[in-house]
């Protein structure tokens, strides 16, 4: 899933419910990220190398655990995200206002600007992921976020002298996509060279619960930004954002070891070599499955519901804004459940059950065009319930992820499996704006929501149901030498 994460406590996971909760689920305890998600991993250390700390020692900057709130290291790049996930908010619902209300974009055109704004993780998401696993992931981040601050400042710059096309914004929005696969596979991967492996699940919930409440509060202030600036001006604010966090991660220490030269092989190589990973291991591929299938259909409805809540439901932006921060609330809601989730059902059974929760919910959305009275409580419902369950699901494998992928192949396996996962998204959005010019928004949106019940299969019908924990990086060793 292309989705959200986690947190406890209301705003961040409570160490002793995590503990609570690994103990109960014999396996893992999560909080964590997306777009992404984390690691709760708080008895099975990862082995020392580079870019980890070993196992009972404090890595510089970091406090003992349970004291992040301490760490001025950790608090000051935590700082830097919690804006510019905030910021981020803005210019997701600023861009396709501007693109829908302002510059007039037909179906097919948003389909064209969403896949230019996911292309890159199909285009250079696996070579990404070898070039990264060699440099500093930090910096990286901090490139990004310079070329992303730029690429997003042209945009009310071209509407103040007139000429803002919307094949600039296609333009900008590959550029975007270029630096935010660059960001993202080094973001998934930066936490264990910042807070020591004990403390990886705490400093991952505090991440990714302020990406939730960004989630919940960003959209109504965007709608309201907007309302006051304009959409073009509006995304200056987040241009911003992305300069602090860029400050924010320039003033962050972190005990990551760059790979000794003799490590690097060619480049072909490296990359099969996080393809040949992900795909050998036999849980993981199923998650692969099901995460592609339902990002592929979940993109044919995504990219047209700008269209389909400004123009066929007749919603202001405002409106836009208010359900989608409602929404968010079931994916922090869905953070603070995801450890008492795992603790009751298991680690291993949360995944089928998500997947079975953000696949059938997804039938709202046509069904909200049928009933236009009661659109906007479906609406709302419908992203609610996706959003708790996306997190529930996320939280869970990408934890599963970081547990056993030994740390020189991060950076690969994180980009191997965007690629797939991801990489469906631009031929998806191509799909979605020629089937809503040829067959219209609402008939699209019916063929995307049936599609998606299918993606739940590869791990409801896997071994999953049989298991209460996934495994971990030993047993998964064991289990691929058989």
Do not use: C
Request: avoid cysteine.
């Amino acid at each position: 899933m292309s989705q959200s994460l986690p947190g406890d406590d209301a705003v961040e996971v409570d160490a002793d419910d995590l503990a609570e909760a690994r103990a109960e689920a014999s396996g893992v305890s999560v909080a964590a990220r997306a777009d992404a998600a984390a690691d709760a991993d708080v008895a099975d250390e990862p082995p020392a190398g580079p870019g980890t700390a070993p196992s009972g020692t404090s890595a510089p900057g970091t406090a003992p655990k349970g004291s992040l709130w301490r760490d001025r290291n950790f608090l000051t790049m935590w700082g830097g995200q919690t804006l510019a996930q905030f910021g981020a908010q803005i210019s997701e619902l600023a861009v396709p206002v501007l693109a829908v209300l302002l510059l007039d974009a037909s179906e097919f055109e948003v389909g064209v600007l969403t896949a230019a704004n996911v292309a890159a993780f199909l285009i250079v998401g696996l070579p990404a992921g070898a070039w990264i696993d060699r440099m500093r992931k930090r910096h990286v981040m901090i490139a990004a976020d310079a070329v992303r601050a730029l690429a997003l400042a042209t945009v009310p710059v071209l509407w103040a002298m007139g000429v803002l096309q919307i094949w600039h914004l296609v333009a900008v929005a590959l550029v975007l996509g270029v630096a935010t696969v660059f960001f993202d596979v080094s973001y998934q991967s930066i936490i264990p060279s910042l807070v020591r492996p004990a403390q990886i699940g705490e400093a991952n919930g505090k991440l990714q619960s302020t990406y939730e409440l960004a989630n919940i509060a960003g959209p109504g202030f965007a709608g309201w930004l907007i309302g006051v600036l304009s959409a073009p001006f509006a995304m200056l604010a987040t241009s911003g954002t992305y300069i602090v966090s860029a400050i924010a991660l320039a003033l962050t220490r972190d005990h990551e070891e760059r790979r000794p030269r003799e490590d690097h092989g060619p480049l072909l190589r490296e990359i099969w070599e996080g393809l040949h990973f992900v795909f050998t291991e036999k849980l993981l591929r199923r998650i692969v499955g099901t995460t592609g299938v339902s990002n592929f259909f979940s993109t044919m409805s995504w990219t047209l519901i700008p269209i389909f809540l400004l123009r066929e439901l007749g919603f202001s932006p405002t409106s836009m804004g208010v359900i989608l921060s409602l929404g968010a609330v079931g994916g922090l809601l869905g953070a603070i459940a995801t450890p008492r989730i795992i603790a009751r059902i298991g680690e291993a059974r949360a995944i089928p059950v998500s997947a079975l929760g953000f696949s059938v919910i997804a039938l709202l959305l046509p069904v909200a065009a049928a009933v236009p009275a009661v659109a906007f409580p479906l609406m709302v419902a419908q992203f609610f319930v996706s959003s708790f369950t996306v997190l529930l699901y996320n939280i869970t494998q990408v934890t599963f992820r970081q547990r056993i992928t030994p740390p020189r192949l991060l950076g690969r396996m994180n980009a191997s499996v965007r690629f797939v996962v991801w990489g469906v998204m631009p031929i998806s959005a191509l799909l979605a704006g020629g089937l809503g010019t040829w067959l219209g928004v609402v008939p699209t949106m019916w063929i995307a929501a049936v599609g998606q019940l299918f993606s739940a299969a590869f791990v409801v019908l896997g071994p999953f149901w049989t298991m209460r924990e996934l495994p971990d990086a030993h047993t998964n060793a064991a289990s691929s030498a058989d």
